[in-house]
């Protein structure tokens, strides 16, 4: 298996610009996530999806978006990148329902810079 | 409002001793707690899970308490090394069936031989 991948590592990208984080994992997860982690303000969720065809707005959903047309796939779009969007964006996965919770799974992550 | 925390300063210890880290809640009701290990540049890993009845768990060199009066919770890592070196995170779940898990800021724990 192998396991949450994210695409691609690093990305720089000019204020206004838009483009899609991949997320993909293997393990017939229902639970996804999405996470962006900024010194100081650790790990906060933006959008998840309890599974496909369902998705669910976190912490700070601003300025992305997201869907969830297979088990697999979870892809976030930023919009219209601003500097603020300067992070780093982890994807994470897990079982869910009877007998959890359980434990996440997170990708390697994606380095965004926006200038 | 609704706040993790986690010791902001890094801890430093001797190889060998027992490291002890921190993390107090309010205004949550958590039925559980995961501590999980990152390492610089990859993405946090699970190492346990601690349910609201449990006041303790253990897995190898790790020990969690879970304290809901107190609102806190202690990770131990007994007989340190300098592998153990990491930044680790406490992470409430919500509730329900969503899985959502709610993070506190981590704490930099660094072994010296």
């Known amino acids: 298996n192998a396991g949450v991948t994210q695409t691609p590592k690093f990305q720089v990208l000019k204020t206004g610009q838009s483009m899609t984080l991949q997320c993909a994992q293997d393990?017939?997860?229902?639970?996804m996530s999405w996470y962006r982690q900024d010194p100081g303000m650790g790990l906060r969720l933006i959008h998840y999806?309890?599974?496909?065809?369902?998705?669910d707005q976190g912490e700070v959903p601003n300025g992305y978006n997201v869907s969830r047309s297979t088990t697999e796939d979870f892809p976030l779009r930023l919009l219209s990148a601003a500097p603020s969007q300067t992070s780093v964006y982890f994807c994470?996965?897990?079982?869910?329902?009877?007998?959890?919770?359980?434990?996440?799974?997170f990708g390697p992550g994606t380095r965004l810079t926006v200038t | 409002s609704q706040k993790i925390e986690q010791n902001s300063e890094a801890l430093n210890i001797q190889e060998g001793k027992t490291a002890t880290l921190t993390c107090n809640y309010t205004?949550?009701?958590?039925?559980?707690l995961q501590w999980y290990r990152q390492d610089p540049g990859r993405g946090p890993v699970f190492l346990l899970l601690?349910?609201?009845?449990?006041k303790e768990k253990r897995k190898e060199r790790l020990k969690v308490t879970f304290d809901t009066t107190l609102k806190q919770s202690l990770f131990h890592i007994t007989a340190s090394q300098p592998a153990d070196s990491a930044t680790y995170l406490c992470?409430?779940?919500?509730?329900?069936?969503?899985?959502?898990?709610?993070f506190g800021t981590g704490t930099l724990l660094a072994v010296q031989p």
């Open positions: 992470a409430l779940l919500e509730g329900g069936a969503t899985n959502k898990l709610i």
């Open positions: 601690i349910r609201e009845n449990e």
């Open positions: 999806s309890v599974g496909a065809g369902i998705t």
């Open positions: 994470a996965s897990s079982y869910s329902g009877a007998g959890g919770p359980y434990e996440q799974y």
């Open positions: 393990m017939n997860h229902e639970y």
């Open positions: 205004n949550y009701s958590p039925a559980y």
